[in-house]
């Protein structure tokens, strides 16, 4: 006979004790030993072209932070099928809308605002593991959607304007961000953008230059280049993180039945400390966001 039983109203853990503090397992590298990166004070950028394996990285990503008990999720998808499956999952989910994305950029200035005020208060530079605050995991997939095609020019100026913040003083303040782009070019990355990001990926590219925009200028001089990637080698890339030398990695691959089952474990088990009704904004503004 089997015996079932029912999920408990409150104080269900959230994962297995994972946090954004912890290193994030992302695939292995060409001698097939783990890669891992932390993420809590550090920006990611993966660049490439259509069907490169950036997705992956991204849903790695967000599957360890979906399992973390110290993370809240911020997504940003124009094409809504990359990260919708973490929907339940985040705070806030935006699709193709440059009102909604400049709306939750802007509440996330607040916040980033906010705890760094509390920070001075405290006579401290940066939000540790300690001090019980959630880390605000922001993923964007695909720039270009938001600062090159949706919206109008003003807008898109500004959604690069608070991106640029962003990425420039959230770090410290517990909001790291990871954004992808399918148009390494520095119309859509430029060069006061990119060199934010203390980690770069770059897959496929179909030039050297436009790989030179996602790791840094002269690496492909150098024998670092994305356009050795063969195409059908999916998920492969060039990242840049510790140690400040590209290094050739094979990203770790979820498949969709896998992503719909870690996210659908992750929204049952953060469901008790929803903050908010489902059909009203869930990203506070407070200290605690």
Avoid at 29 to 51: C, K
Wanted: hydrophobic share 45%; glycine share 10%.
């Amino acid at each position: 006979m089997t015996r079932t039983t029912s999920a408990p109203n409150a104080g269900i853990p959230v994962g297995p004790g994972l946090s954004m503090f912890d290193p994030i397992f992302i695939g292995i590298d060409e001698f097939g030993q783990h890669v891992y990166i932390t993420l809590a004070y550090r920006n990611l950028l993966a660049g490439g072209e259509p069907g490169g394996g950036k997705s992956g990285l991204l849903n790695a990503i967000a599957a360890h932070a979906a399992l973390s008990v110290d993370s809240r999720l911020v997504l940003l998808d124009g094409k809504l099928v990359e990260l919708g499956q973490w929907e339940d999952c985040a705070d806030a989910f935006i699709g193709p809308d440059i009102t909604a994305a400049l709306d939750v950029l802007r509440r996330l200035q607040t916040v980033m605002n906010n705890r760094y005020a509390w920070l001075r208060a405290h006579g401290r530079r940066k939000v540790t593991a300690l001090d019980g605050l959630s880390v605000i995991t922001v993923l964007v997939d695909e720039i270009a959607f938001y600062s090159a095609t949706i919206g109008s020019k003003q807008e898109q100026e500004e959604f690069v304007a608070l991106l640029r913040d962003l990425v420039a003083r959230g770090r410290a303040a517990g909001i790291p961000v990871i954004a992808a782009t399918q148009r390494p070019s520095f119309d859509i990355i430029p060069t006061s953008l990119r060199d934010l990001f203390g980690y770069r990926a770059a897959f496929r590219c179909t030039t050297p230059n436009s790989s030179n925009i996602v790791l840094g200028h002269g690496w492909a001089e150098q024998g670092y280049t994305a356009t050795d990637i063969q195409p059908t080698n999916q998920g492969a890339a060039y990242l840049i993180a510790e140690g400040g030398v590209p290094r050739r990695i094979k990203v770790a691959y979820l498949s969709d039945q896998q992503i719909a089952g870690i996210a659908d474990y992750a929204a049952w088990t953060r469901r008790p400390s929803r903050l908010s009704a489902p059909d009203s904004p869930r990203l506070d503004l407070g200290l605690a966001a």
